[in-house]
């Protein structure tokens, strides 16, 4: 069964804190994405990979930045944590065809005091 | 610029009613469309896809979607309405540079 996993279900962190969100694949998929939801907006595309090493901004990336060194994982990194990053963060990743469907993680709630 | 627009935050049916939840797009392209669902805490799972081919798609759980070019819309339905459909629904357009693009959702409540 195909599977994205984040590594974390639940954190709480303080303000200012570097905080990294660890998201692994085993599909092989290229695309790889971090979205954020909140009650009311839907999900928003923070920043997204076609590619390992390779990166696009999302919608809104300010306060935000990723890692992909390896195929198969792709890390969020909030550099200095601040409360209006308390969120849902999922993971998704999708193969590179135009119909190619997102399979997402179970998701990441952070919370940020 | 591309959007995706769910006119209903909330909507309550009873059990055993039928359902349809709105999506309307706007994208200047074909479309790839896509209904997804969000069970409390979890992540997002696919109901059903269109991206080609015939406009009515059928998916899992007894979920169908019709697309209709000359209205930009989505609608997804179901026939009978169980207590375990009470979920987050969202509904999304995918463009041919793999991005895609969400609604705000709509919440459905089901009375017993």
């Known amino acids: 069964d195909v599977k994205v996993t984040q590594s974390s279900r639940y954190l709480v962190k303080r303000t200012g804190e570097k905080v990294f969100l660890e998201c692994v694949q085993d599909m092989d998929h290229e695309n790889m994405f971090w979205y954020r939801q909140d009650p009311g907006l839907g999900l928003r595309l923070i920043y997204f990979?076609?590619?390992?090493?390779?990166?696009e901004k999302g919608d809104i990336p300010e306060g935000y930045s990723v890692s992909r060194e390896k195929k198969e994982r792709f890390s969020l990194i909030l550099e200095s944590a601040s409360t209006n990053q308390t969120s849902m963060y999922l993971c998704?990743?999708?193969?590179?065809?135009?119909?190619?469907?997102?399979?997402f993680g179970e998701g990441s709630r952070l919370t940020v005091l | 610029a591309q959007s995706v627009t769910q006119p209903d935050i909330h909507i309550t049916v009873s059990e055993g009613a039928s359902l349809e939840l709105r999506c309307n797009y706007s994208?200047?392209?074909?479309?790839?469309l896509f209904w997804y669902v969000q069970s409390p805490g979890q992540g997002l799972q696919l109901l059903l896809k269109?991206?080609?081919?015939?406009?009515l798609v059928q998916g899992i759980k007894g979920f169908e979607a019709e697309f209709k070019r000359s209205q930009s819309s989505f609608n997804l339905r179901k026939p009978s309405v169980h207590w375990s459909d009470a979920a987050e629904y969202f509904c999304a357009v995918g463009d041919n540079f793999n991005k895609f693009y969400f609604g705000s959702g709509t919440k459905l409540n089901v009375k017993p």
């Open positions: 998704a990743s999708s193969q590179t065809s135009a119909s190619g469907e997102l399979f």
């Open positions: 990979s076609y590619d390992v090493k390779m990166k």
């Open positions: 994208y200047g392209a074909t479309p790839y």
């Open positions: 269109y991206f080609s081919g015939d406009t």
